[in-house]
């Protein structure tokens, strides 16, 4: 079996485990309102077709270039606003995307390469993790939604950035005053799989007056989904 045939292999299992995780996630939104979804870490539009319903508007930020003909294409029947091809964080300018093989988890943070589960990674996509560099866009939340967002709306902002979760979550803080951010969900490594990792988006979240209301682990274990709501 060639290696370049791994990746795909890896991410059809993947996804076998994440039809069983989302599904558990989109229980729990179904007994709420949700008027608006901020899908930050789009990547093929997964949670866009498994969670989100048909009629509820989407903002959709996803910088691969690689991957982002497909998110279009699996999500053209829902009912997404606007595309936008960057990388979010807490700073405007450019930024470095390191892009792997497994491109759902291609991320701006560097792995950790001494790491146990980023070792066990690489062996099981051939002994190769990344694929690639790419210079992308980078911006805040607040530069690109503040003004396009009515405070009004209940809103859902989901965020799976492969461990820039709490630039992201800095970056929209004018928005955290303005609306109505009744959930945010983030994706946790159960391991410290990323160089340079300084704040931890639960206590930025915290500051900010909202508090974990579940926790979905994935199958894999590798991982968490945290959903946040205000105190």
Request: hydrophobic letters at 35%; proline letters at 3%; one cysteine or more.
């Amino acid at each position: 079996m060639k290696n370049n045939l791994l990746p795909s292999i890896v991410e059809k299992l993947y996804n076998l485990a994440d039809q069983f995780h989302s599904a558990r996630i989109k229980k729990f939104y179904s007994n709420h309102d949700i008027d608006l979804v901020i899908d930050v870490g789009s990547h093929k539009g997964e949670f866009i077709n498994s969670i989100v319903d048909n009629n509820t508007p989407i903002y959709s930020f996803e910088p691969q270039t690689s991957v982002r003909e497909i998110l279009v294409q699996n999500t053209s029947e829902k009912n997404v606003i606007e595309y936008f091809d960057m990388a979010l964080s807490d700073k405007k300018g450019t930024v470095e995307l390191y892009l792997n093989e497994l491109t759902s988890t291609s991320s701006i943070k560097a792995s950790d390469l001494n790491n146990f589960w980023i070792k066990f990674k690489k062996l099981l996509l051939g002994g190769n993790l990344y694929s690639g560099k790419e210079i992308v866009t980078m911006s805040t939340l607040d530069d690109i939604l503040l003004n396009k967002l009515d405070p009004n709306k209940k809103i859902l902002l989901k965020i799976d950035t492969e461990g820039s979760e709490a630039e992201v979550i800095i970056g929209c803080e004018k928005i955290f005053s303005k609306c109505q951010i009744q959930f945010i969900q983030i994706e946790s490594s159960n391991y410290n799989i990323y160089e340079n990792i300084n704040s931890s988006p639960s206590r930025i979240l915290e500051k900010f007056g909202y508090k974990p209301a579940k926790k979905f682990l994935f199958p894999l274990l590798n991982f968490q989904d945290i959903v946040f709501t205000k105190k």
